[in-house]
């Protein structure tokens, strides 16, 4: 008895921490269009035609500076996060919350949106960009006009993309304490206007490491930090599908249209590709891809067509998802950078050179040979996002597009 009264105490406290200002889309049929990695399960693979000759720069877009204090310093807003291309416009923010819409034949803006607080890359669906505001919660906007259409209040920062299946709108969010990082991973159905389920974590340290991965019918959460406990849960009731302990994971990717869960971890010095059943968390495979006693700093994971590959160091793999064998591997400039992507027979890579500059390369994706090499563009850490026979690369405060 006790134990229904603290649960329906506990929900109660969630339904009043979130509610519904805004709905003006809750009679849509909303599924998840376009998010940052080509796909609901954020694969980076792409259908579109890829850049098979060297790209030239076709336009790109400076964020105007503009005053401040006083008109004695020039003060340049800086991009973040990944763009996403939808309809012929290029849609993305900077670092003070502001939301942008790019026309992408032109480069010109279309309209600006602010915020004033940090914006997490969006999530298109039916014409509706759902993005996390922080301390706010989520807003849906008119891609047409960025009109606010929806608005769910959450007084948690908003850490990754929405997603949306079957009109459920799925965010993590999280909220610092002084000793630990509490996370919550979140289901809200927008016709009904409440509440599915909230999944609460308590990492028990405030700068613990965790990953959290939605596929159609699963959610992965992953806690780096005490026990390493690898979580499966049933995407449409919350409900614990199976988990495992002592995984150190370096990085995860749920390939949307498979059936297994993908796994970079290190064991003994030695990195692994792993995969899991997505039904039972059973191993399916396990390949060991190279033995270093290097530091790692980060690993890269996409999922192509048929293939997996994985970036580190100087060094990029094309593993073969069902047996694991590697079909091939290559060394690309001094260390591989923040994004590799397929886009059917090219791979996308940015590289640190050996004089430090980067660089973005198009790598024959059958054979593992570089077909060209563009030297100079400002590449951090954000993903670009990929038409046909285009590029749109956020630089530092400019937004670059390139073409074949």
Partial sequence: MIKKYFIFILLLLLILNGCVEVNLVKDRKLQTEKIWLGDIG???????????SKPELVWYFNNPPYPFYNNAIVYQPVFINSPIFYNDTLYFSDRDGNFYAIDSKTGKLKWKV????????PTISDGVIFI???????????SENGEIIFKL????????PPVIVDSILYFVSINHGWQHL????NSFDIRKGRYVFVKKFNTNHPNAVFRVSFNKNSIIFHNNYIKRILYCFDIKNGKLKW???GLNILNIIIPVCSDALYIISLENDKVFLLSLSMENGEEILKREIVNTNKEIEDILLVAGNEDIYVGIFDSIYKIN????????????GKKIGKFM??????LYVNAEDIDGLNSLYGIDSYNGEIIWKLKGYSLFDYHPDISDHSLYILGYSSVYKLSD
């Fill in 182 to 185: 509490k996370v919550y991973i």
């Fill in 42 to 52: 954020k694969t980076g693979y792409y259908e579109f035609e890829p850049i098979r």
């Fill in 114 to 121: 602010s915020f004033d607080k940090k914006i997490t890359t």
């Fill in 321 to 332: 998802k069902n047996d694991g064998k590697i079909k091939w591997n290559i060394k690309v």
């Fill in 243 to 245: 988990k495992k302990e």
């Fill in 132 to 142: 996390g505001v922080g301390g706010e919660g989520i807003f849906g906007l008119n």
């Fill in 341 to 346: 992507q397929p886009a059917k027979d090219v």
């Fill in 153 to 160: 209040y959450n007084n948690c920062f908003s850490f990754s």
